[in-house]
Each structure stands twice: as C-alpha cells, then as structure tokens.
C-alpha cells in the first residue's frame, strides 16, 4: 500500500474541491480522480494540474479503476442525488448500488486500502461501505462531524475573540440535524468556557450556547441558499483528515466509523473523537458526557438506526 498515493472518485463540487487541497498539501506524490464522466475528471485534473507549479510536485491525472493499485487512500465523493418526491430511503438504496460497484472496482486492485467516505449522508453511507465492503471497521472512515467541530471553533472564536484553534470542543453524532455540542468539556487552552467568558467579558448562558449550537447546525443550509452547495469547507476538512493519516500524526478527530459498545451504542456509525493513524481509527475515545449530552447522543444513534432498519440492513 502506497499512502503517497491518492484516488478521489467523483468530481462534483466536493470532490474536486477536495482534489485541489489535496494536490496543492504536499501530502502525496500522485492523485488520481475518476467520476462516471471521464470529460468532468480529466477536465479537474488538467486544470489543478497547471497550478501543481506554485506548489510541490504532484502527479494530478484522470484514470480508470485499474490505475488505483496499491493506492494508500481512497475518497468516495460519487453518489446519487435526491430527486423531486422520492424518498431517503429510496436515494440511500439507489446510493447502496452505487457504492457496491465502486467498492467491487476499487477492492479488485487496492484491497489494502483505507476509504475515507466524503458524500452525504455520511453516517449512513460509510456503513453501507463497511459493511458492503468486509474491510475492518478502522479502515472504512467517514469525515463525520470534522466539519461540524470546526464550525463550532470557529463561531465560539468569533463570540470570544480568540484564536479558534485555543478552542477545544466537538460536535458529534450524527452529521446533521440531530448532531450536539458536548459544551460539558468545551475549553479554550485548558480554561472551561464559563470561566474564559468570565475573563473575556461575554455572557455565558444556556441562550448563548443554544444560539452557537443552531448557527453550527444550520450553517450548511444557510451557505446553499446563498451560494447554492459547501464545499470548500468539507475539502479542507477531507485534507486535514488525510493529513493525519498520511502522517501517522495519531491525531484526534470526530470521525465516523462503525461503533461498537461506546457510550451504549453498537452497530451504527456516528462522528465520534477518534486517534488517526497510518491504519486508520486506531481508538475511538470515550468522552466525558454529561446526563444530557449522553441521552441526545443516544437519540442521534436512534434515529440512523431507525433508517437502517428501514432499508433491512
């Protein structure tokens, strides 16, 4: 396996995005983007491969399954999208059939792959793909709530005015609706967040919180309606996820992968802090979570499980 060597299959907006921040990080030697419409991938390739210059070399080209052998990482942001009137549990059997032939492809030639899947919904789909796959839970990644946390540092930044990397908290759950803030253990360098806003002159209440959380929540709506899809955020968040992995930096991050006998669930995928490696999910952390915290997260789980159940897997 060759973890200098990347493959992003499908070009939308996501995944070219993801391309360009890939190609331009120094992380990898080669990269390789394939989509069902050969003009779209080679057209990306052509145009991040111009700029490849103003950085550090990276060999960026379109291809075929057969060219992904021995690739170390591979990131899945092909799927269908939902048509007028149907429902997600007809999209998520129509993304199913979908998955299952790119992961036949792929595990033909990179069985020794890790997978890092990119296309909504997240939870949902890397369960699919772990399960359609047969490939160790640690090797089959969501980007989970990785964006989510990062909204969430960011606002919290903004409302104290410090660096957002000083602050310390997640987001986890599901990606999406039904995702929390664990405000519990939320601290910027050490310092608890109500004794920081103390300092810093900011209001701490419930209200302040509910109002950060919502923002974090909502923010993806709010950037399709003015602009009509997210994707640059998501691409820096896919780079700081291969990051860690290319790097064995261990580093601890919300991702989504199938859970077993954490925080009272199993058999789901949910965004959770976990230490990412050169294997992959080396550990997934158990976070201290309040009673409230614990019961949302239980909920969150609920609900994916609800339409697992529904599409009998």
Known sequence: MNLQKCAVIGT??????????LATSGLFSELILLDVNRAKAEGEAADISHGVSFAQPCAVHAGDYQDLKDCGLVILAAGANQKPGETRIDLLHRNEVILKSILDAVL????????????????????LAQKLSGLPACRVIGTGTVL???????????????DSRNVHAFIIGEHGDS?????????????????????????FSQSVLDDIYQNVRDAAYHIIE??????????MAVLRIARAIVRGERSVLPVSSVIQGRYGVDE??????????KNGIET??????SYEERKRLESS??????????MKI
């Open 148 to 162: 989510d946390t990062a909204r969430l540092k960011y606002l919290v930044g903004q409302y104290l005015q410090v």
């Open 12 to 21: 939308g907006f996501v995944g070219a995005t993801a391309a360009y921040t």
């Open 226 to 235: 003015g602009k009509g899809a997210t994707y640059y955020g998501i691409g």
């Open 108 to 127: 033909a030639v990179a069985p020794d792959c890790i997978l890092l899947v990119v296309s909504n919904p997240v939870d949902l789909l890397t369960y």
């Open 268 to 277: 789901i995928c949910l965004g959770l802090p976990s230490v990412l490696g």
């Open 284 to 289: 997934v952390l158990d976070l201290p979570l």
């Open 179 to 203: 995702e929390l803030a664990v405000w519990s253990s939320a601290n910027v360098s050490g310092m608890d967040l109500p004794d920081y806003c103390r300092i810093a002159g900011k209001e």
């Open 301 to 310: 789980a609920a609900k994916l499980r609800t339409l697992l159940d529904q």
